[in-house]
Structures are given as structure tokens and as C-alpha cells.
């Protein structure tokens, strides 16, 4: 099985930015704590409308199925889903640029 890279994106309900933050810092450390993802860095970003862009790499396929299982993962991603909408590549404005760009978050 072959590391598969994602792009993870977090839209924020309104005045819920902060949340996502501390949110989106509990996620890597919870995949990383269940050996889910590989020890490749890790990227966060913001897009201009508040959409959080993050990218990491799963040691497997079968690794982000598994991750539905346990409950400390599951923990985060249904905190997770009371404060954002997981939204697409696709419906962000960066989207249609050849090289888009994003604010860095701290990670």
C-alpha cells in the first residue's frame, strides 16, 4: 500500500473561526497518535473566505478508512462538523487559479 496525499478543506460556520483553529490543531496530532498518516510535513492554510486548506499524506488508503473507526479521530471530525462544513477544492475562488495561494496557519 502507497502514502496517499489529501487536501482536507473546513469552511467555518459564522463566528466559529476560533474553534476550527483549535479544532484543526487537535486533528494531525490525533492522526499521527493513531499511526494514520506519515511523518512527511504537514501544510495549513487559510483561503480568502475563511475556508481552512489542509494538506497531509496517509501512509495508506485503507489508513483513512480505518480512521472512521477509532474514536479519538472520530472525536475531532465530529467537534469538527458542529463548527465547519467540509466543503470541495472546487468551491473555493483559488480554485480557478493555476497556482493558488493561501494564507500559512501555524502548525
Not at 506519515?38 to 483513512?64: H, I, N, P
Request: hydrophobic share 45%.
Amino acid at each position: 500500500m502507497s502514502p496517499e496525499m489529501v487536501i482536507a478543506l473546513y469552511r467555518p460556520h459564522p463566528g466559529k473561526e476560533r474553534e476550527l483553529d483549535a479544532l484543526v490543531a487537535r486533528h494531525v496530532p490525533a492522526l499521527r497518535e493513531a499511526e494514520l498518516i506519515t511523518a512527511r510535513g504537514t501544510l495549513a492554510g487559510r483561503a480568502k473566505d475563511g475556508t481552512v486548506v489542509e494538506v497531509f499524506e496517509w501512509v495508506s488508503a485503507d489508513a483513512a478508512r480505518r480512521a472512521h473507526e477509532l474514536p479519538g479521530v472520530a472525536r475531532v471530525w465530529e467537534a469538527m462538523g458542529q463548527v465547519a462544513d467540509f466543503v470541495t477544492l472546487g468551491g473555493l475562488a483559488e480554485a480557478d487559479q493555476r497556482f493558488p495561494h493561501f494564507a500559512s496557519l501555524p502548525g
